[in-house]
């Protein structure tokens, strides 16, 4: 039903079962509350996409989760990311980066479940980028381009084959075509 649920297993010491305590379920009857979730499966990364970023962006602004695995002794992760949404009713894309520095944007994608997404192989050999500065003083802007048929999605979220910048740092893009 997409509402996550909370199982609590005890432990005793290093490896063994705490049997003094049992094990506990907590099932989440839900609300009334917007969600969408992502199952990854990776192809040139690793099988269960362990290190993957997935962000979406809508009118509440920019999410983002990292699939991960093992973060403690005896933790299991899930390889699904789940983004709760509260009363919004949809969200306008989402980005996942790879680990093995694919990138798959996904449009349209329904709320209230989740998405099987597997890795596909990226191809930028038809995308030109340029900056009419890479040097930036106080006060003073480049404008980054790319030059590539399709939507230009900027790592801040602007959606434009440009991007007037007036800080330095790191500046990426994803071409999306049709």
Known sequence: DGYLDIYASYGDTYVNPDYDHEDRLWMNDGGSNNWIGFDLDGVES?????????????????????VRSGESYGITNSNQVHFGLGTFTSIDYAVIKWPAGNVTVLEDSQ????????????????????ATSTLLCAGETSTLSVDASGTTLWNNGMVSNSLEVSTTGNYSAVVVDA
């Open 46 to 66: 690793n099988k269960d996409a362990v290190g993957a970023k997935v962000q979406i962006y809508g009118d509440f602004g920019t999410q983002i989760r990292e």
């Open 111 to 130: 709320i209230g479940e989740y998405h099987y997404v597997e890795e596909s192989s990226c191809d930028a050999s038809a995308v030109m980028a340029s």
